[in-house]
């Protein structure tokens, strides 16, 4: 089971500020197949990226990923109000698929 | 436009079994169009993904709970039963049913429904 560790647990940022989290994986991602999400609470998690650099659609190109084989990024260009949030990482090259622990983004 | 939601019971005992069903509309099981995954969330914690089904009816489960869970399509097409056996306190959570895009990654969650496990 490929293993995935995501940093920092917590980033404190203002607004307008970069944002960068990072997601390492025990093992290659098959494929780059390494997706990533926002979630919010009370809701369920929605899709920023998928196969490590797309963005997925209606997503605001504020939000980048970048990496491949076991080093991942998502990129926050400048924060909104809004993208105050959890994010996760998600490897679906390998099964079984696996999550990260996730990164909370919060206002300083 | 794709939709998926989950229902069944939000209270279970355990030892007793969890049937979920996932009802979707914008795609179809029957085509090659992707698939449906489960995925779980405990109370504060992390997702952790359960099992899924492809389009042409391969599954694949979580190994720590295989012996637990069971995949199926309902009598409806546009339904997935999800079959967890032996609950117990630790498996409370939220259950999310998703679509698997023909790329392979989940595109698109339902809304998740709340099942705790106590007596």
């Known amino acids: 089971e490929i293993v995935l560790t995501q940093a920092p647990g917590t980033l404190s940022l203002s607004p307008g500020e970069r944002a960068t989290l990072s997601c390492r994986a025990s093992q290659t991602v098959s494929n780059n197949y390494l997706a990533w999400y926002q979630q919010k609470p009370g809701q369920a998690p929605r899709l920023l990226i998928y196969?490590?650099?797309s963005r997925a659609l209606g997503i605001p190109d504020r939000f980048s990923g970048s990496g491949s084989g076991t080093d991942f990024t998502l990129t926050i260009s400048r924060l909104e109000p809004e993208d105050f949030a959890l994010y996760y990482c998600?490897?679906?090259?390998?099964?079984?698929?696996?999550f990260g622990q996730g990164t909370k983004v919060e206002i300083k | 436009q794709i939709t998926l939601k989950e229902s069944g019971p939000t209270l279970v005992k355990p030892t007793q079994t969890l049937t979920l069903t996932c009802t979707f509309s914008?795609?179809?099981?029957?085509?090659?169009?992707?698939?449906v995954g489960w995925i779980r969330q405990p109370p504060g914690k992390a997702l952790e993904w359960l099992a899924l089904m492809y389009w042409n009816d391969d599954k694949r489960y979580r190994p720590s709970l295989k012996n637990r869970l069971t995949l199926n399509k309902a009598t409806s097409e546009n339904q997935v039963v999800l079959t967890m056996t032996n609950m117990d306190p630790v498996d409370t959570a939220t259950y999310y049913c998703?679509?698997?895009?023909?790329?392979?990654?989940?595109?698109?969650w339902g809304q998740g429904t709340l099942v705790t496990v106590s007596s």
């Open positions: 998703a679509h698997l895009s023909p790329l392979h990654h989940v595109d698109f």
């Open positions: 998600h490897q679906y090259g390998s099964s079984p698929r696996t």
């Open positions: 914008g795609f179809s099981l029957t085509t090659n169009a992707g698939g």
């Open positions: 196969g490590a650099s």
